[in-house]
């Protein structure tokens, strides 16, 4: 048998990680339905046009993204809660699955599965709140207001008009950073819960904040490059700077994910 990979036991370790999450998974999904539902339900009950464009194309951006950045550190955060409980850490790590496995398994869940997830929860939720908004809309006396009722799909949705004037910008590369962003914010915060014994998520939170900090004094606030939006006219960038831009922002990612393996395999032989 590979001790590296086998897709047979990592089926396995799927299935049990599953079984025993499931519960804790819906409840979770369950209290992120009800605070969307509450504040749709007050963006709808108030029928100011203000609120109302929380339901325009730029507005389903700004929650969508929102959400998810918020929910998934959350999510990250609460993946390797079972290494407070000694009962519940000893049964992790005598899992018959390797390094490699128990690592793919935390990337799947909280880099691919959870966003998934979450994003068919907001579409479910958001097509017909869009559809309200837009009928209040209908029905209102206001002739000059602009409003802008697509539904906003990730990755589908190119454009995005930003104003009542119909100027348009590409959003996907805004949406490429975001998620990469994402991914890299979420390696980070399961690294730190998996490397910290005592208080993990506090001093996660802490080295984060303290990061926070030294970039802005610093002033070394990472460059967009590549992947800023314009709106105006096209930009041409370099090979180089293709390459600096790819790196910096596909590296971050791998490096802190990276990192979560090696903080994995430590816990396996301590």
């Keep these: ?71 998934g550190l959350i999510f990250a955060g609460r993946y390797f809660k079972y290494q407070l409980n000694p009962g519940a850490s000893l049964i992790a790590l005598m899992r018959p699955a390797s390094v490699f496995e128990k690592w793919l398994m935390a990337f799947l ?30 029905m209102s006396s206001c002739e000059t207001c602009l409003y802008d009722f697509r539904l906003y799909f990730p990755f589908l949705t190119t454009d995005l008009v930003v104003d009542g004037t119909g100027n348009a910008r590409p959003i996907l590369n805004e949406q490429m950073l975001f998620f990469m962003t994402l991914s890299a914010a979420q390696a980070f915060i399961a690294a730190g819960t998996a490397y910290f014994k005592r208080s993990p998520v506090l001093r996660t939170l802490l080295v984060l904040f303290l990061l926070f900090v030294l970039s802005i004094w610093t002033e070394t606030s990472p460059q967009l490059g590549i992947f800023a939006s314009v709106s105006d006219e096209a930009v041409h960038y370099s090979m180089m700077e293709y390459l600096l831009s790819l790196g910096l922002w596909l590296g971050v990612p791998v490096l802190l994910w990276a990192a979560l393996y090696f903080f994995i395999k430590e816990r396996e032989i301590a």
């Design 1 to 71: 048998m590979n001790n590296f990979f086998n897709p047979t036991r990592f089926s396995r370790l799927l299935d049990a990680h599953w079984a025993e999450k499931r519960r804790e998974y819906v409840w979770f999904f369950a209290v992120l339905a009800m605070l969307d539902l509450i504040f749709m339900v007050i963006f709808l009950g108030t029928g100011h046009h203000a609120l109302l464009r929380q339901f325009q194309l730029s507005g389903q951006v700004f929650w969508y993204m929102l959400g998810l950045l918020f929910s």
């Design 109 to 138: 869940v909280i880099s691919i599965f959870y966003p998934l997830a979450y994003t068919l929860l907001y579409m479910l939720l958001n097509y017909p709140a869009v559809m309200l908004a837009k009928a209040v809309v209908k």
